[in-house]
């Protein structure tokens, strides 16, 4: 068809792409919203939350949410995603602000509260995974990756110790986690927290055994 043919009925006519822009903007702005929502509602709950819920607050009709995440799971694996990520991404900004044994522990509070909001996600997470219909998330290994960038920067600045496998902190720190997943016990895993860190500083030298000459007693 020429340019100067006019376009049959029922057929659309063709528009630039410019157009379509603010639509896909607005679009955009509705998933994370949505994402927003859904972490902040996830977070607080102690059972399930509905989708319709979430939509309501962030403003949109539960279509709209049906769109973006056609399923509940769909909607918990991206938000579980986006909390990794920021997880994941924090390390260069505390290594920025604290020295390296600070920021670690600063990492590990954050990673602490990421494992604390899984509430009310929690069963849609396991069984997603078992079924296949959430992709099993990188997670062991983006964590690992983020303790070895802190013990790497703190064995250069001699904050940490040097010879520690980031792997063995990692299983540390799932074993804090699942100890206390019992129970609200903030202050024990605060706590124990704590105790990896102490053990992550350098060892001091040991002190010699006292000179036996100058212990010995002095006989008449």
Same mark, same amino acid.
């Given at each position: 068809?020429?340019? +100067?043919?006019? %376009? ?41 939350? +509905? ?19 056609? %399923? ?19 390390? /260069?900004? !505390? ?35 078992? +079924?296949? &219909?959430?992709?099993?998330? %990188? ?13 790497? &920067? ?28 019992? @129970?609200?016990? /903030?202050?024990? %895993? @605060?706590?124990? !927290? ?14 010699? /055994?006292?000179?036996? &000459? ?5 006989? +008449?």
């Amino acid at each position: 068809m020429s340019p +100067s043919e006019p %376009t049959p009925a029922g057929v659309p006519a063709e528009q630039p792409a410019d157009a379509y822009r603010p639509v896909r903007a607005h679009a955009r702005r509705n998933r994370e919203k949505l994402i927003t929502v859904a972490r902040a509602a996830f977070a607080a709950a102690d059972d399930t939350v +509905s989708l319709e819920s979430i939509a309501r607050e962030a403003g949109v009709g539960i279509g709209t949410l049906y769109r973006h995440f056609p %399923t509940r799971e769909a909607l918990v694996e991206a938000v579980y995603g986006a909390e990794l990520d920021d997880i994941a991404t924090s390390v /260069p900004v !505390l290594l920025d602000r604290f020295p390296p044994d600070v920021a670690l522990r600063a990492w590990m509070d954050g990673y602490a509260a990421f494992v604390a909001t899984k509430r009310g996600m929690i069963d849609t997470l396991r069984a997603g995974w078992a +079924s296949g &219909k959430i992709a099993t998330p %990188t997670t062991r290994e983006r964590v690992t990756a983020a303790i070895a960038t802190i013990l790497t &920067k703190g064995a250069d600045e001699g904050s940490l110790r040097a010879d520690v496998d980031p792997e063995d902190v990692t299983t540390m720190l799932l074993g804090v986690f699942l100890s206390t997943a019992a @129970g609200d016990t /903030p202050g024990q %895993t @605060g706590r124990l !927290l704590g105790l990896i860190v102490d053990a992550l500083h350098p060892k001091e030298e040991a002190a010699g /055994p006292p000179n036996r &000459k100058d212990s010995a007693p002095v006989r +008449s």
